[in-house]
């Protein structure tokens, strides 16, 4: 039998940093920073191990492990010299989880366990009454609230009658008397709601602490947090027991939490907050306004130099920013916890260069240290500066979550969630958040929060969504009733605007438009590179990735402007251009609908000939954009009936001119005819009807205009001295022969083209590969196409037989359900589209070794997608432009893993 539990204690510990798969983040934290020799009180660590068995054994534990358990609480009592239950020296006991990746609020904490009627007494003898009685009903309210699932309101609402009985304003104005009369409160709620007194015997206690830890691995919040940070959901959490130490133990204790750079801008500095006589949980609950650490300095000079002196040798061991939690009992320090730190998007870039240039880390480790995904804050928008400068900010707080954000009051995660659905702009206002909000929090565009420091709830999770946060706005007085805030006499309405700056902090009640991020205008043209700090550190960092990654990176972009922000964010060609979109524009949809409608072909020449010169001025811009390097243009791909007016709306239009005393006939024949067409070209499942390459084999000269207007264009472009490299795509391909004849034509126009233009331009023909049959049949169609193109939106909707437009519910509903572990149309389902991926490069590379290939669904942009296309040899990725910095990290990152032999993430679908 494998060993599940973990002692630490005494200078040595029986895991170490390496274990956190087995003993979660903070037990390992635990583990090794005892093996450093630094002050942390002994336990031991459950390990996930036994949260697996746990489930698998339908809430039990194996005896085993419940023998391994017993072992460490009798050495725990060694060591510490007390024991469970004492009457005179009681054990005391934290029990908190702690799983692989840290779930900031979503697992569960019980301090102080191992009270009870007896032992309260002697704690009481220790520490004063007092003290002892405001241990008890902690330990009450969090295993009532956690263990029992008694509703958190009840307890509130016995300790405000009791503070209201005693005209006491805050709870540290209740004394023992007050605080037995609150233990009192709080037995009878839990024997009324349970049916059972509160459980006296330490080691039910404990044994009923542990089963709840387990068990909220599983609760409705951590499985949210888990499915938005695709955290899998087999991993189980450990469970550590550790000897309480008291931060709540008069004026020499107190409690805090820090960071040996600021996790909000990378800064170097030490950065933290604590509470005087304080519990830990007071300062992550945000219920009081923590003070900044440096004043600890004045309070307790020794216990400052001493924790600076830890936190600085914690970030030398473990090379990386640390996230650490203190107590200091009678004015001695003890550790509690260190893990990596949660890090805006901004400091993870910059402390990666950082450190880089302090010789701490290499650029390989750099490249690992920024989530692809956090590259992605760094375009989200700021406030336009002139408008922001028209507006007062009418309170501030603390800028927790960079960035701006600016949306219509809501006070509940509830009306959050409903006002973001129908599409509006909301901004959560909390007294405080809580795990309850995560989905509030989510829907809305920032969160402003009345109390609260940089490492509330609040906080941590919004930096980790990439949300701008305000938090600690003293100023806000939030009525939930009323459904106002007041700000110094001004009071706002749910609904009102509010905009939120949370890099400064400020509070604006008014609706504040935004503008793009430096890094954007800098891509843009619109402002200098050498002006941007920020630029300075992506451009290094980004350097040192492109250096690394193998893969290539282009970008989704249809129009110059896109492209050319393509370009600036450092992309190396287009991979796709999606010709429809050029269609749909008013001055073209008329001459299309005409070509459409066209009884012969004739007619549809005439109508086509009005389109391209349109499209050849299309194409020049993005050739121009991209000068240099390749552009794969896309025939057109989407079933001709969008194209057309609706059916009612025909059918109405056809009725109100009917009525009409003067007629006239000849629209209404046109509308007729539009109507007949209409329907005529209506289909069921459109999707797999009449769209991509089948369009242009039964209307060859839509493909014929096309690639006129393209290879046009490119000696327009070429005789200007500008290189070009135009790749002409045929989509929706499923059988060699479609691609065949697509090909001839646009051959010949080539031929005919550089004839009449007296200059030859070097192109390729290549194709999407989107349909199962493409990939299978994929050393058929490379013996004509020079590249292949994964289409992963239609490929992955052809191959699981989903619609990708209207099964989101569905597929929300089998993530739940455990069906899937991913919505596939986000993240690359490896093992079945990703298999007709590898087979079709393979099949495809057969035919002609040098096929070019790559994918250009939406999985070009998100990261691990772009592992996997690295892994099976893909040549590039494209994405949207505003994923190309995400693309060019994470194909690094794919990279850097190969050469450490790493193994690929476990964020996969399937
Ligand atoms: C695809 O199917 O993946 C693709 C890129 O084409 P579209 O999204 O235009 O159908
Ligand atoms: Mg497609």
Known sequence: MAKTVYFFGSGKADGNASMKELL??????????????????????????????????RGKLPAEVETEISEALQRLEQETGQEFSHPRNPLLVSVRSGAKFSMPGMMDTILNLGLNDRTVAALADRAGPRFAADCYRRLIQMFGNVVLGIAKDKFEAALEAIKKSRKAHLDTDLDADALNEVVDRYKTIVSRSTGKAFPQDPYEQLRMARDAVFNSWYNPRARTYRQMYKIPEDLGT???????????????????????RNPATGTKEFFGEFLMNAQGEDVVAGIRTPIPIAELRNIMPEVYDQLRLISERLERHYRDMQDFEFTIQDGKLYMLQTRNAKRTGLAALRIAVDMVDEGLITQEEALLRVEPEQLDQLLHPVFEPKARGKVRAEARGLGAGPGAASGSIVLTPEDAVAQARRGKAVILVRPETSPEDVAGMAAARGILTATGGMTSHAAVVSRGMGKPCVVGCKELAIDLKAGTVSVNGRRYRVGQPVSIDGTTGEVMFASLPTVESELIRVAEGKLRPEKSALYAYFKRFMSWADAKRRLGIRANADLPADARLARGLGAQGIGL????????????????????????????????????????????????????????????????HEFLPKEEELREELRVDKQKKKKNLQKIRRAQKMLERVEQLKELNPMLGQRGCRLGITYPEVSEMQARAIFEAACDVAGRGIEVFPEVMIPLVGHTREFELQREIIDRVAQEVFRRRGRRIPYLVGTMIELPRAALTADEIAQGAEFFSFGTNDLTQTTYGLSRDDTAALIQRYVELGILKSDPFEVLDRRGVGELIQLGTERGRRSRPKLKVGICGEHGGEPSSVEFCHAVGLDYVSCSPFRVPVARLAAAQAAVKEELGEPETAHVTA
């Open 238 to 260: 450990a469970v550590n027991v550790q000897a309480m130490v008291f931060g709540n133990r008069g004026e020499r204790s107190g409690t805090g939490v820090g960071f040996t």
């Open 24 to 57: 979660g983040g903070k037990g390992a934290g635990l583990a090794e920073m005892t093996n450093a020799g630094l002050p942390v009180p002994p336990g031991f660590t459950i390990a996930t191990s036994a949260c697996r068995q746990f489930f698998a054994n």
């Open 577 to 640: 251009c999606r010709t429809e979109h050029m269609f749909f524009a008013k001055d073209r949809l008329p001459h299309m609908q005409k070509m459409i409608v066209a009884d012969s072909e004739l007619n549809r020449r005439r109508a086509l000939e009005k389109l391209l010169p349109m499209q050849r001025s299309d194409f020049k811009g993005i050739l121009e954009a991209m000068a240099g390097y390749p552009v794969t243009i896309r025939l057109l791909d989407p079933p001709l």
